[in-house]
T-cell receptor, first 112, second 114 residues
Framework: GEDVEQSLFLSVREGDSSVINCTYT??????LYWYKQEPGAGLQLLTY?????DMKQDQRLTVLLNKKDKHLSLRIADTQTGDSAIYFC????????????FGSGTRLQVQP | GAGVSQSPSNKVTEKGKDVELRCDPI?????LYWYRQRLGQGLEFLIY????????KSGLPSDRFSAERTGESVSTLTIQRTQQEDSAVYLC????????????FGPGTRLTVT
């Protein structure tokens, strides 16, 4: 079945850039998403990218997609303490199930 | 407009009891999803409703789990004879049925089975 993998933890200093990486196995993925989860809260959709794109920028967020290697990354510029959270990548395949397959999340810690 | 709402926000139940969790999707969203999130883990798909089509139940972990949806509105997830391993946060999401199929999540119901 489909699988999505992420590193567990990333620590950066305030003002630096953060890069969170994700790999997936489903070659039929059409859309890939990034969600943010703060402690005790639900998931907040940050951004998405369509599989025929290789980059998408949205204010401080840049998403890069390497479809050949099935690698997705989320770059957060000028990281702030308010960006501390768990970040999930998720993919939506083109066949069968319409639900998302999620990675296990990357905990981003921003040090002042 | 209003987002996805879920109730209750917390539920503590004794092993063996039945529980019902409720989800109110965003108005106009035809697709509704239930996921389960165990502590420190990612989300695990449970069930998907799309309009009047038969639901995709392929993620339900056992026949103790069932869900219903009334038209394109409220959904209820029922867990019968709860077990301790059912303890988790149950998240509901809804989306339109057109690209980019963005799923918007509710705050979740934290279920604790003692």
């Amino acid at each position: 079945g489909e699988d999505v993998e992420q590193s567990l933890f990333l620590s950066v200093r305030e003002g630096d850039s953060s890069v969170i990486n994700c790999t997936y196995t489903d070659s039929s993925s059409t859309y890939l998403y990034w969600y943010k989860q703060e402690p005790g809260a639900g998931l907040q959709l940050l951004t998405y990218i369509f599989s025929n794109m290789d980059m998408k920028q949205d204010q401080r967020l840049t998403v890069l997609l390497n479809k050949k290697d099935k690698h997705l990354s989320l770059r957060i510029a000028d990281t702030q303490t308010g960006d501390s959270a768990i970040y999930f990548c998720a993919e939506r395949g083109d066949t069968g199930r319409r639900a998302l397959t999620f990675g296990s999340g990357t905990r981003l810690q921003v040090q002042p | 407009g209003a987002g996805v709402s879920q109730s209750p926000s917390n539920k503590v139940t004794e092993k063996g009891k039945d529980v019902e969790l409720r989800c109110d999707p965003i108005s106009g969203h035809t697709a509704l999803y239930w996921y389960r999130q165990r502590l420190g883990q990612g989300l695990e798909f449970l069930i998907y409703f799309q309009g009047n089509s038969a639901p995709d139940k392929s993620g339900l972990p056992s026949d103790r789990f069932s869900a219903e949806r009334t038209g394109e509105s409220v959904s209820t997830l029922t867990i019968q004879r709860t077990q301790q391993e059912d303890s988790a946060v149950y998240l509901c999401a809804s989306s339109l049925s057109s690209p980019p199929y963005e799923q918007y999540f509710g705050p979740g119901t934290r279920l604790t089975v003692t």
